[in-house]
């Protein structure tokens, strides 16, 4: 059918389970940057969904901006070269700035991040992502901050994609093998 949810296998992380992360991240962002005005950055596409829930969980003044990165090449494989395609307004020199992603995997877009605040004299940059993937992990970033691990399995929905699609699936779920299958020599 034409079902978003039809290319499922299992749900991971229910919408009251993405909640109670949300609720749990930002009570402790809230008392780590309380009085700091932190720049709050979120990664274009797949934390945007993330983002706007996070902030509101945050009590907290803040200026909000976004960014986008991707790593070259298609597919699953992350070539670990890493291109920055929008970049944000504000002037990061002396700011505290909190990066949210949907997800940390290799790190490649992690550390490209890090590395160009940083650069432009950030006074710091901590990262708070929905889902911390290690099995891949390449670059040695630190992930702050997370809702929760999750195994080396391929997860859409809440802003996670697979072929730029499923996004908009309000929980997180565990995409079939058959999808991933169909898809594999085209
Ligand atoms: C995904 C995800 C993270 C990044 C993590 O973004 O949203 O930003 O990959 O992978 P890494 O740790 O291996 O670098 P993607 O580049 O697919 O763009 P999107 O957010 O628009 O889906
Ligand atoms: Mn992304
Ligand atoms: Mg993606």
Request: hydrophobic share 40%.
């Amino acid at each position: 059918s034409d079902n978003i949810t039809d290319i499922i296998d299992h749900v991971l992380y229910s919408q009251e389970d993405i909640q109670a992360m949300c609720k749990r991240l930002g009570k402790q962002l809230t008392a780590d940057y309380a009085g700091k005005n932190p720049l709050v950055v979120g990664v274009l596409k797949g934390a945007v969904f993330f983002m706007t829930d996070l902030v509101r969980e945050m009590d907290v003044v803040m200026q909000n901006d976004f960014m986008d990165v991707s790593s070259y090449g298609d597919g699953f494989e992350s070539s670990g070269k890493v291109r920055l395609d929008i970049d944000i307004q504000a002037d990061v020199k002396g700011r505290d700035v909190l990066l949210v992603e949907d997800i940390v995997d290799t790190g490649h877009t992690l550390k490209f991040m890090e590395d160009l605040l940083t650069k432009r004299g950030a006074k710091s940059v901590k990262c708070c992502a929905l889902l911390n993937k290690t099995a891949r992990r390449v670059d040695n970033v630190t992930v702050d901050y997370y809702g929760a691990m999750v195994k080396n399995e391929f997860v859409v929905g809440y802003g996670l994609d697979y072929l730029n699609k499923y996004r908009n699936i309000p929980f997180i779920g565990v995409l079939k093998q058959e999808v991933i299958d169909s898809n594999s020599n085209k």
